[in-house]
């Protein structure tokens, strides 16, 4: 039996018992909590991830929800000791959820809430900056500075890649993907290429437009191109982002051969998921190619980089911090603790999960409804006609 973990208990009178596995930003999604009869427990044990065990003793014998992270296996045996408690809810703080077993959570009947919408520009932004991190080698040099090392100016010294006039694929014209692609675009007037199984037609209209006013005003329009193949990307663009979904068609999506493709001096970007890169091939190819960089914020066994990559010069790693901007992360907590309680509160689901402005309005009360439930037609849930 796993040891108590500590705990911080608000309304502790409340009718519904809620559980947090990890204190989240911000306090408006514990004061929506309580203002609607909840006992929030949240769990402060200083543990980063914790085992199915520390989460089934946490659930106890009554919790009518639970509020938990994508680090955490959320399977057969989380689901079935939530149920045994009475409860019909889980919300990941996340708006992916490979950590959860939806079909075990479909045979008890809980609901599994996520938080899309929320993390579209945010995570654009962080693949932008780790995209021009590698261009101009800026941790390198960061380095090398704190380090002591600079002595002069010299004609050599960290020589990076000019972004403008050079062509940025995207694999993936999703809704952060195509936000990551109009921020190059845009920014750095680069020409686009981009993968997609749809056709991206508002990201293809916003470069045609911007294209249009570059060349009104004398400069080289943007040009964009939608590819036929995946490889047509990776052979033809010089900085290449990965934004789509982790499956099976996409685990170990970029390999040794599809590496090889890509240009000597080319560069990666992953703020997707980790698998869909396969990690130790990349390393590999970090080594033997030592003018192609990369800039990652996940990783294929995370928390854990493969051997060899820490070391990597031409690398850029930062440790998940996509969605980590305050707005994104406060507005994260917000809509899991809402997925929750609508659950507890029997509310509909809300109609469309990518347009969540309206339970992030701190001005007004948050609309009557589950923002984000990914298996509400599995288990029937009516659609909310707010």
């Given at each position: 039996?796993?040891?108590?973990?500590?705990?911080?208990?608000?309304?502790?009178n409340?009718?519904?018992?809620?559980?947090?596995?990890?204190?989240?930003?911000?306090?408006?999604?514990?004061?929506?909590?309580?203002?609607?009869?909840?006992?929030?427990?949240?769990?402060?044990?200083?543990?980063?991830?914790?085992?199915?065990?520390?989460?089934?003793?946490?659930?106890?014998?009554?919790?009518?929800?639970?509020?938990?992270q994508?680090?955490?296996?959320?399977?057969?045996?989380?689901?079935?000791?939530?149920?045994?408690?009475g409860?019909?809810?889980?919300?990941?703080?996340?708006?992916?959820?490979?950590?959860?077993?939806?079909?075990?959570?479909?045979?008890?009947?809980?609901?599994?809430?996520n938080?899309?919408?929320?993390?579209?520009?945010?995570?654009a932004?962080?693949?932008?900056?780790?995209?021009?991190?590698a261009?101009?080698?800026?941790?390198?040099?960061?380095?090398?500075?704190?380090?002591?090392?600079?002595?002069?100016?010299?004609?050599?010294?960290?020589?990076?890649?000019?972004?403008?006039?050079q062509?940025?694929?995207v694999?993936g014209?999703?809704?952060?993907?195509?936000?990551?692609?109009?921020?190059?675009?845009?920014?750095?007037?680069?020409?686009?290429?981009?993968?997609?199984?749809?056709?991206?037609?508002?990201?293809?209209?916003?470069?045609?437009?911007?294209?249009?006013?570059?060349?009104?005003?004398?400069?080289?329009?943007?040009?964009?191109?939608?590819?036929?193949?995946?490889?047509?990307?990776?052979?033809?663009?010089?900085?290449?982002?990965?934004?789509?979904?982790?499956?099976?068609?996409?685990?170990?999506?970029?390999?040794?051969?599809?590496?090889?493709?890509?240009?000597?001096?080319?560069?990666?970007?992953?703020?997707?998921?980790?698998?869909?890169?396969?990690?130790?091939?990349?390393?590999?190819?970090l080594?033997?190619?030592?003018?192609?960089?990369v800039?990652?914020?996940?990783?294929?066994?995370?928390?854990?980089?493969k051997?060899?990559?820490?070391?990597?010069?031409?690398a850029?790693?930062?440790?998940?911090i996509?969605?980590?901007?305050?707005?994104?992360?406060?507005?994260?907590?917000?809509?899991?603790?809402?997925?929750?309680?609508?659950?507890?509160?029997?509310?509909?689901?809300?109609?469309?999960?990518n347009?969540?402005?309206?339970?992030?309005?701190?001005?007004?009360?948050?609309?009557?409804?589950?923002?984000?439930?990914?298996?509400?037609?599995?288990?029937?849930?009516?659609?909310?006609?707010?």
């Amino acid at each position: 039996m796993a040891k108590p973990l500590q705990v911080e208990v608000y309304n502790p009178n409340g009718k519904y018992r809620v559980v947090s596995t990890k204190p989240m930003p911000g306090t408006r999604w514990i004061n929506l909590l309580i203002e609607q009869d909840c006992r929030l427990e949240i769990c402060t044990q200083k543990k980063t991830i914790l085992s199915v065990e520390d989460i089934i003793s946490l659930i106890g014998d009554k919790c009518d929800g639970v509020i938990g992270q994508l680090t955490e296996d959320w399977g057969e045996k989380l689901f079935s000791a939530l149920s045994r408690a009475g409860g019909k809810a889980f919300s990941n703080m996340a708006v992916g959820y490979n950590n959860v077993d939806v079909n075990a959570a479909n045979k008890y009947g809980v609901a599994v809430g996520n938080t899309p919408g929320v993390l579209t520009e945010t995570t654009a932004e962080l693949a932008a900056s780790l995209s021009l991190s590698a261009a101009r080698r800026i941790v390198e040099a960061d380095e090398f500075m704190r380090a002591g090392l600079y002595d002069g100016w010299l004609p050599h010294l960290f020589v990076g890649n000019l972004l403008k006039g050079q062509t940025v694929g995207v694999i993936g014209a999703g809704r952060i993907g195509s936000a990551y692609a109009r921020m190059m675009v845009e920014g750095f007037k680069m020409n686009l290429i981009y993968y997609d199984l749809y056709q991206a037609t508002r990201l293809e209209k916003f470069v045609t437009a911007y294209g249009q006013f570059l060349k009104a005003n004398g400069e080289q329009p943007v040009t964009w191109k939608r590819a036929s193949t995946m490889e047509e990307v990776l052979r033809e663009a010089d900085v290449i982002s990965l934004h789509p979904v982790l499956d099976k068609t996409t685990y170990h999506l970029v390999n040794k051969e599809r590496l090889a493709m890509m240009k000597k001096e080319a560069i990666l970007i992953n703020c997707s998921r980790g698998p869909v890169i396969d990690e130790v091939a990349l390393v590999e190819h970090l080594k033997a190619t030592p003018m192609f960089r990369v800039g990652l914020d996940v990783f294929e066994d995370e928390p854990y980089m493969k051997p060899g990559l820490a070391e990597m010069k031409n690398a850029i790693v930062v440790p998940h911090i996509a969605s980590a901007s305050k707005w994104t992360r406060e507005g994260m907590a917000t809509l899991a603790a809402l997925n929750v309680l609508g659950k507890i509160k029997g509310y509909p689901i809300w109609s469309d999960p990518n347009r969540v402005e309206p339970f992030l309005n701190e001005n007004a009360p948050p609309p009557a409804a589950c923002p984000s439930i990914v298996n509400s037609k599995a288990l029937g849930l009516p659609v909310s006609k707010l």
